[in-house]
């Protein structure tokens, strides 16, 4: 039974940073693809990215590009998204997603989901 469980929401003033952190546990084969998603009052689920595990390539989404940083560290399953210079427009619920099927992760459907950590900027 696979899990992911996002951590470091938070609410935080316009211009400053956070990292958010997502754990996987239960995993029995390795997940070959992680990303996160952000979801905005009234917007639609937005891909910020997505880290490919063997090689390491990350490939950012617009809204991620310049400001996010994403970081997989193999050796505790940890994936952590660094984001800075925060501003209103990344408020949101923030979810990552991982799968284990190379198909699965070409085609963006993620069989593994957290239930998302809450980031607030004012």
């Known amino acids: 039974h696979v899990q992911l469980v996002e951590s470091g929401g938070a609410s935080v003033q316009a211009g400053g940073s956070l990292t958010l952190s997502c754990a996987v546990s239960g995993a029995t084969d390795p997940l070959i693809c992680r990303t996160w998603f952000r979801q905005a009052p009234g917007k639609e689920r937005e891909r910020l990215e997505i880290?490919?595990?063997?090689?390491?390539?990350?490939v950012y989404g617009d809204s991620a590009k310049g400001r996010f940083t994403i970081t997989l560290d193999n050796a505790r399953s940890l994936l952590t998204l660094e984001m800075n210079n925060l501003t209103p427009e990344d408020t949101g619920s923030y979810t990552c997603?991982?799968?284990?099927?190379?198909?699965?992760?070409?085609?963006?459907?993620?069989?593994?989901w957290g239930q998302g950590t809450q980031v607030t900027v004012s």
């Open positions: 997603a991982a799968d284990w099927d190379r198909i699965q992760c070409a085609k963006e459907e993620y069989s593994f």
């Open positions: 880290i490919y595990t063997h090689s390491g390539k990350a």
